[in-house]
C-alpha cells in the first residue's frame, strides 16, 4: 500500500523569503504526485502535479516540485512567499496500477507567513 | 461553472441521530470519494465510487453509508454507530480513464454533534 509523510507539521518564513515543503512517498512503482493547498474551512486546491516526464514540474501560484526517484521524495518550493501562501498544504500519492483510484494524502504541513 | 456542490456548509446533529450530507457534481465524472478532515490527521477516506450503483469501503468507512443511483450525486449518511462524528467532510470527483487522475473537491461541509 502506498503512504505519505509529511515531516513538517508547521512552518513559518517571513514573506519574499524561499519556501521548501517536504515530502516522502512510498510506493513499489512509478506513483502519481499531488499536491494539494487548503485555505481554513474550504476545499483543496491542486497545485501541481507529476506523471511521468520531466522531474521539475510546475503549478499555479509560482510553485514548483520536483520529482526525486532516488529519495522517494516530491518536494514543493516557491522562491518568494507571499503571505497569501498562508494555508495547509497537502502531498498525494495514487498507485499508477490498474484500479488504483485512490488518493492517499499527507498530514499536511501549515504554513504560517510573518508580514 | 462546472463543479462540486457540498450541503450545507454546517450541520448539527444531536447524538443518535442520522444525518446525510450531500455531494453533487456536474464535471461528467465518473469516479466519487468522500474524505473524512480531522486537525493534524490529514484526509482519511470513507467511501468511493467508480461507477453509478457500485461503490467501495475506504480505510474508515464504519458508522457511515453512501449510495450512488445518479452518476451526479454521491450522498454520505453519518449513523448514530459513527463514534465521533464531529469532523470536517470532503467529497471530490475524478475521470476513471484506467488510471487515476487528479481529484476535484467540493468546499466541505462541518458537521458538529450537539
Known amino acids: 500500500a502506498q503512504s505519505v509523510t509529511q515531516p513538517d507539521i508547521h512552518i513559518t518564513v517571513s514573506e519574499g523569503a524561499s519556501l521548501e515543503l517536504r515530502c516522502n512517498y512510498s510506493y513499489g512503482a512509478t506513483p502519481y504526485l499531488f499536491w494539494y493547498v487548503q485555505s481554513p474551512g474550504q476545499g483543496l486546491q491542486l497545485l501541481l502535479k507529476y506523471f511521468s516526464g520531466d522531474t521539475l514540474v510546475q503549478g499555479i501560484k509560482g510553485f514548483e516540485a520536483e520529482f526525486k526517484r532516488s529519495q522517494s521524495s516530491f518536494n514543493l518550493r516557491k522562491p518568494s512567499v507571499h503571505w497569501s501562501d498562508a494555508a495547509e498544504y497537502f502531498c498525494?500519492?495514487?498507485?499508477?496500477?490498474?484500479?488504483?483510484?485512490?488518493?492517499?494524502f499527507g498530514k499536511g504541513t501549515k504554513l504560517s507567513v510573518i508580514p | 461553472d462546472g463543479g462540486i456542490t457540498q450541503s450545507p456548509k454546517y450541520l448539527f446533529r444531536k447524538e443518535g441521530q442520522n444525518v446525510t450530507l450531500s455531494c453533487e457534481q456536474n464535471?461528467?465524472?465518473?469516479?466519487m470519494y468522500w474524505y473524512r478532515q480531522d486537525p493534524g490527521q490529514g484526509l482519511r477516506l470513507i467511501y468511493y465510487s467508480q461507477i453509478v450503483n457500485d461503490f467501495q469501503k475506504g480505510d474508515i468507512a464504519e458508522g457511515y453509508s453512501v449510495s450512488r443511483e445518479k452518476k451526479e450525486s454521491f450522498p454520505l449518511t453519518v449513523t448514530s454507530a459513527q463514534k465521533n462524528p464531529t469532523a470536517f467532510y470532503l467529497c471530490?470527483?475524478?475521470?476513471?480513464?484506467?488510471?487515476?487522475?487528479?481529484?476535484?473537491f467540493g468546499q466541505g461541509t462541518r458537521l458538529t454533534v450537539v
Open positions: 464535471l461528467n465524472h465518473d469516479a
Open positions: 471530490a470527483s475524478s475521470t476513471r480513464e484506467g488510471v487515476a487522475t487528479e481529484a476535484f
Open positions: 498525494a500519492v495514487v498507485g499508477s496500477g490498474a484500479g488504483s483510484y485512490q488518493l492517499t
